[in-house]
Every structure is written in C-alpha cells, then in structure tokens.
C-alpha cells in the first residue's frame, strides 16, 4: 500500500521566517519517486520538485530546500525566509502506481 | 509552449445530465492523469493513460464515470448520469514515461470546476 502524510494542516508564519513542512510516506517499493508541488490560491498545481528513491542527496534551489531521508521515510521541505508569495497549499505526492497525494499543508505567510 | 489544456473551465449542471471535460496534454508526453479535488478527500487519481492506452481505473469512483484516450493529444472525462456528490475540480495532467519506467513529473492542467446542482 502506498501512503503519504502531511500531518501539518496549516502553518502560519510572518515574512522571512524559515518554515519546514514535513511529508512521511509509505511504499513496498524500492524504486519510487516523490514529488512536491504548490497550489497558489488561483488553484493551478505547480510542480516544484521530482526526487527518486536511490538519490538521496538534499537538493536547494534558491529559498527551497528539500531533506530525503529513506531512513525515516520523510521528504521535507523547507523554505528559508518565506515571502507573502509563498502563502500557498503544498502538496507531497509519491509514485508509481499512480501518484498518491498527500492532503497537503496550507501555509500562510502574513506581512 | 502551451500547457495542458482542459475544457471548460467552469462547468454547471443539473443533476442527472451528463458531463463531459475535456483535456489536451502537452505535446510529446506520453503518460495522462485525471484527477479530482475535492475538501473532503482532496486530490484523487481517478484513472491514468500511459500510451493512449488506460493502465490503472481503480480510481474511477463509479460506473458513472468513463474516460477515453481516442489519441495522443486528446481525452475526455464522461460522468453520465451526474449527481451533487460529483461537484468538485477536475485536474488533468501529462508526463513523460521513460524506458525503464522511469517517472517524471507531471504538469498538470487549470482544471474544471463543476457544479452539479
């Protein structure tokens, strides 16, 4: 069974502090990918990020950083000093088989 | 480049019509998911092509539900007859499938909002 947890519902942060959101998933499998992606309060589902299960190497691209860890099954994201822009839902998403969702994370970040 | 392309983008109807949404992939991708958003049980994979051909409907939440993949830039989401419970966004996206199976990541249209009354 596949199966991914956001268990942060909603973050709230003010602008330019560091913010992680945490994504712990579930697979038989030993060849996955995971994903995240942002969907901004227009409602489109960006992609943000695709990282397979034998590279476990953290990847940064500007503010955004992302932690896997295949020990503790968790693919974390951080976003070092947010911005207003940032204020978005955040979805972690596994795959193959499909891709199953996570039921997001909704982050805030007020001015 | 054009992204993925889905119509309408709002759909209302009464209960008991039939819907049909519409999406065109991005040029080249081989691989077409369907999805469904709503707040109660957020996003759900409803049925995905690799090929023109359906891998995977186990998704697809009742008989009422159809999709088909006629070609590779082109499919349709039937829901026939539909109901209330229907309501929600319909996502489309496309990817790329590899040799090898490897997975890229997939881009995913604007969506359809429908309203089934």
């Known amino acids: 069974a596949q199966k991914v947890t956001q268990a942060q519902t909603e973050i709230s942060v003010v602008e330019k502090e560091d913010v992680t959101l945490d994504c712990v998933y579930e697979?038989?499998?030993?060849?996955?990918?995971l994903f995240w992606y942002k969907q901004p309060p227009s409602g489109e589902l960006v992609f943000l990020i695709r990282?397979?299960?034998?590279?476990?190497q953290n990847e940064i691209s500007g503010r955004y950083s992302w932690n896997f860890q295949k020990s503790t099954s968790s693919f974390n994201f951080t976003i070092t000093a947010s911005q207003v822009v940032d204020s978005a839902v955040y979805f972690c998403?596994?795959?193959?088989?499909?891709?199953?969702f996570g039921a997001g994370t909704r982050l805030t970040v007020k001015p | 480049d054009a992204g993925v392309i889905q119509s309408p983008r709002h759909e209302v109807t009464e209960m008991g019509q039939e819907v049909t949404l519409r999406c065109k992939p991005i040029?080249?991708?081989?691989?077409l998911f369907w999805y469904r958003q709503t707040m109660m049980r957020g996003l759900e994979l409803l049925i995905y092509?690799?090929?023109?051909?359906?891998?995977?409907d186990s998704g697809m939440p009742e008989d009422r539900f159809s999709a088909k993949m006629p070609n590779a830039s082109f499919s349709t989401l039937k829901i026939q007859p539909s109901e209330p419970r229907d309501s929600a966004v319909y996502f489309c996206?496309?990817?790329?499938?590899?040799?090898?199976?490897?997975?890229?990541?997939?881009?995913f249209g604007p969506g359809t909002r429908l309203t089934v009354t």
């Open positions: 697979t038989r499998d030993t060849t996955y990918y």
């Open positions: 996206a496309s990817s790329l499938r590899g040799e090898n199976r490897n997975s890229y990541e997939q881009y």
């Open positions: 998403a596994l795959k193959p088989r499909g891709m199953r």
């Open positions: 990282r397979n299960s034998f590279d476990e």
């Open positions: 092509f690799n090929n023109n051909v359906p891998i995977d």
């Open positions: 040029s080249g991708h081989n691989s």
